[in-house]
């Protein structure tokens, strides 16, 4: 992986993208109950969001408005409370993720390169039915 930054960046916010990318890389495997791969698009989804993905009106808006009312820039004084977040949330999660078997065709698991749990296909159970016929 490669993470470039620009030269206006500040100490702070380059140890806070350098620790966020190494503890994602050490324990983002502990994430992936929490989402549900689709094998008809490659798509990941969080569980608690919507099954689509956002339209282009969906993101003008976004763009546009600040629904929450909240302030868009919270400034460097939250960081290093969104890293012990983070680790918090890692480290309550189990760290060995079972990768058997999907139930999905061979000639799908054959091109597949990346774990894989089961868990994250359980709400494809009707899709991995058509994904085979």
Known sequence: MRLNFHYFITDAVRDYLVEAVRLIARYG???L???VFDPHTGLWTHRATAALPPE???LRSAVT???SGLPSHAGEAVLATQLDDARY???ARADLIDDGPTGLPEDFEVLRWFVLPPVCL???ASA???FSS
Request: glycine fraction near 0%; charge should be positive.
């Open 29 to 31: 495997h502990r994430l």
């Open 56 to 58: 282009l009106p969906d």
């Open 89 to 91: 949330l890692l480290a």
């Open 128 to 130: 991995r039915k058509s």
């Open 33 to 35: 109950p929490d989402y």
């Open 65 to 67: 408005t600040n629904a």
């Open 122 to 124: 359980l709400r494809q």
